[in-house]
């Protein structure tokens, strides 16, 4: 079946550590997205690509890098630069036209 | 900038009873999608609305586009328990990336 993976589901991270988000569609999808969301909150777009080897900032970019070789893998590294990466993390893939996003089944990143 | 707004951000309602949820956006769109995320989990698409006037109804849930308006609603019949849940507007033009309401987390009380 495709779908989207996203690993691990749960993921700690001690104070000034880099971390990272897989994330792996084998839906052909062109454009991959990260979000971010915290408690109680709605969605905030950190990065997104719409083609291999490209990749634009979202809203909440600082503290994050992303690197997009394969069409299949959008990769999310969590910096230490990010101070308060503590959140749930999500991973959404598509196609051109009015299809919308599929999205994966998120990570939840904690600091300890 | 295309800015979503989704009201109320929180609705605790009883079982049996009807409501709806707004979703009012800013700019031009020709695509809206309605989502549903239950706690601590992933987003699940409900419905695709991309023309004005559109209906379309899944259960207990029927959602209706007003492009003329820049209005979505998402009407809930006769509230059952398992409808509790967060649900997403997201609005879009072309290819562009879509823009996600702030959600209304819904809650159905027995």
């Known amino acids: 079946d495709g779908g989207i993976t996203q690993s691990p589901k749960y993921l700690f991270r001690k104070e000034g550590q880099n971390v990272t988000l897989s994330c792996e569609q084998n839906?052909?999808?062109?454009?991959m997205y990260w979000y971010r969301q915290d408690p109680g909150q709605g969605l905030r777009l950190i990065y997104y690509?719409?083609?291999?080897?490209?990749?634009q900032k979202g809203d909440i970019a600082e503290g994050y890098s992303v690197s997009r070789e394969k069409k299949e893998s959008f990769p999310l590294t969590v910096t230490s630069a990010q101070k308060n990466p503590t959140a749930f993390y999500l991973c959404?893939?598509?196609?051109?036209?009015?299809?919308?996003?599929?999205f994966g089944s998120g990570t939840r990143l904690t600091v300890v | 900038e295309l800015k979503v707004e989704q009201n109320p951000l929180f609705l605790s309602m009883q079982e049996g009873k009807n409501y709806t949820i707004y979703c009012n956006y800013s700019?031009?769109?020709?695509?809206l999608y309605w989502y549903r995320q239950d706690p601590g989990k992933s987003l699940e698409s409900l419905f695709v609305?991309?023309?004005?006037?559109a209906v379309k109804q899944e259960g207990r849930l029927m959602a209706s586009l007003d492009t003329k308006a820049r209005l979505s609603t998402l009407h809930i019949t006769a509230a059952v328990h398992d409808l509790s849940a967060t649900y997403f507007c997201?609005?879009?033009?072309?290819?562009?990336?879509?823009?996600f309401g702030t959600g209304t987390r819904l809650t159905i009380i027995p």
């Open positions: 609305l991309l023309s004005n006037g």
């Open positions: 997201a609005v879009g033009f072309g290819n562009e990336k879509l823009t």
């Open positions: 959404a893939s598509s196609i051109p036209g009015p299809y919308g996003y599929t």
């Open positions: 700019t031009t769109s020709d695509r």
């Open positions: 690509s719409q083609i291999v080897n490209d990749f």
């Open positions: 839906l052909n999808h062109d454009a």
